[in-house]
């Protein structure tokens, strides 16, 4: 095929969607079954509804290829799990007997069976839930939903393409199964899994699918030449099989690297690949593989991870370079659009000169048709399209919300020393030991109690007017006394205030500093039926006044027990927020992280003596690949520790990290320099305390007791169990006793005995260490 001729072909595509819907239906319908209030039926109808919404809504925008199979009730890599037939052991029973409320026990747990482990999914704030493989693990094909899904959408007219996450890369995310020896390798399953893939796609076929889409993101991670080769032996397998129907392996989030020749050379139809930040190498690394002869090449030029507009131009050039590398070019973004909110339209309340500077799914969805328009019919058939797209590209660049010129003085006039702690922490431990007079095993939570419906309530009502800003703070002001009267009730000694007054970890914090916009409707998918509002850092940040002081210096006055000042951390305010690309990150950091400085001193001298300063996505943020590992921890340390640096000898500074795998940044916790760290590893059976251990890790540590991702209650012996081991890793005066994470999605009951069985169980094993 002719560059021309290839041009000509141009189609516009979507590897994903969001899955909630418009006002989040999917949450509300899977919360209703799960407290008995929905059917199952009822379930099953509200989603297909919202795929048809979803289908409908890419090809009226004139997509012409849409995705089936990545819409899921929960987690798309637990679906994979099930049809694959990877059911833990202990869940199997349950699946049998009800194959929906057996998925749903997978993720959450139940009563008496642990869920399966959750961690983030590459550098996304998405999480999804761990294959739990072994030696003895059998599968079976179970291709019922994805073929069902799929005749949905041919049914309704849809050139469909099922999407599947590709057998490398299931392998590679999974990890051994409880009781399984050390050193078992789930990518040693790989010939026992593809003959099941083959069955799906033969299936798939047979059901009317031309093309599948096999999904491998793992392979834009450093990967050894045993895992390229096993990639290699996987796509020849599958290409060679003849009962298939054509396949499109996609990569995203980084470049593919070495595995880019591994998978050009295989015999299967088209690549996708990701054409957007560090991705943009793909490039230059498939033109000196020779490009992709006689096949089709699905180009992710529209960014699928941040809600900044494309610049046309700019990706219209990539376009025409890559005409000469494949035999058809096929535009789509670089990643399913599940990472971005579903449409600006309905955010009524920013600026609309600048909500014409975003895209959610559904502007993205329309830039990926124009520019495939522009690619095929030329850019005279996007004229106004190309003058539009300049015009709010200077918009924003000209615009004085996103320069300050006092910020950017003060962040120039940062010195080593600023983010530097005075004393060495054998000091400072000294101090807090003297100052805060704890216990050995120490208890303490991480933050955020239940936000129960009275609470939203009240928001909604602020909101509406409904009641003043006096009426709502008397309400704050009760929950806070509650959650330090039930604290102090049960034993625990370190409180928190339980953070009612906070809708969100980020957002709270970003609607109170200037450079951030934050949106109505903005809602993301973090894990199940947790969706966030990630706001928009747009500008240079500042601090306009106190955030925290006068909720945590009001529960200080309620209780003669030391109450956290709680904040969360510059790394996490960028990764949880969709955030400014016109300057390098670490810049934006420490704008960031200067504006929680000023919070941390106006904590410290409204009489808070511990500070807690969350950070729980430095490991998510981590670049995929170690080239870019370095520089990254250099910043992210850096400026963790110009927020914390400020303080007193006696303020210990605790910080906070979950659902991630730690053990590729131990040496970078090590480097915040924190006088106290939480970690998730209640699901993970105390994998990072021993990760810790190994490192000589010196300071205090925290691994969680209690998995508050499940509903199920943890008894006081579970606990200590957990706890006793811990202490084989950390000695007991520098091991703290607290849950995963924080509580805000938890109910009131389950969280009341959760925390007693952990205060016993701290109490129990307390009583079991020798007499110092």
Partial sequence: MTTQSAAAAARATVYGYPRQGQNRELKKAVEGYWKGRVTAGALRETAAGLRRANWRQMADAGVHEVPTGDFSYYDHV?????MVGAVPERHRAAVAADALGGYFAMARGTKDVAP???????????????????PDTVFTADSTRQVAELTEALTLGHTARPVLVGPVTYLLLSKPAPGVPAGFEPLTLLDRLLPVYAEVLADLRAAGAAWVQLDEPALVQDRTRAELDAAARAYRDLGNRTDRPQLLVASYFDRLGDALPVLAKAPVEGLALDFTDAAAANLDDLAAAGGLPGKRLVAGVVNGRNIWINDYEKSLATLATLLGLAARVDVAASCSLLHVPLDTAAERDIDPRVLRWLAFARQKTAEIVTLAKGLAQGTGAITAELADNR?????????PLTHDPAVRARTAAVTDADGRRAQPYPERAAAHRAHLGLPLLPT??????????????ARADLRAGRIDTAGYEERIKAEIQEVIAFQEKAGIDVLVHGEPERN??????AEQLTGYLVTRHGWVQSYGTRYVRPPVLAGDISRPGPMTVRWTTYAQSLTSRPVKGMLTGPVTMLAWSFVRDDQPLGDTARQVALALRDEVADLEAGGASVIQVDEPAL??????????????????TESFRLTTSGVLPDTQIHTHMCYAEFGDIVQAIDDLDADVISLEAARSHMQVAHELAAHGY?????????????PRVPSAREAADLLRAGLKAIPADRLWVNPDCGLKTRGWPETMASLENLVTAARTVRGELPAS
């Fill in 391 to 399: 015009a709010d590209l200077a918009s924003r660049t000209d615009s």
């Fill in 78 to 82: 637990l679906d994979t799990s099930v």
């Fill in 116 to 134: 399966l482990e959750m961690t983030k999914w590459f550098d996304t704030n998405y999480h999804y839930l761990v294959p739990e493989l072994g």
């Fill in 698 to 710: 010196p300071r205090e540590a925290g691994p969680g007791v209690y998995d508050i991702h499940s």
């Fill in 444 to 457: 303490t939570t991480i933050g955020s109690f239940p936000q129960t419906d009275e609470l939203r309530t």
């Fill in 504 to 509: 969100d970890m980020v957002q709270y914090f």
């Fill in 619 to 636: 490991r998510e943020t981590l670049p995929l690949r170690a080239a870019g590992r370095a520089a990254y921890l250099d910043w992210a």
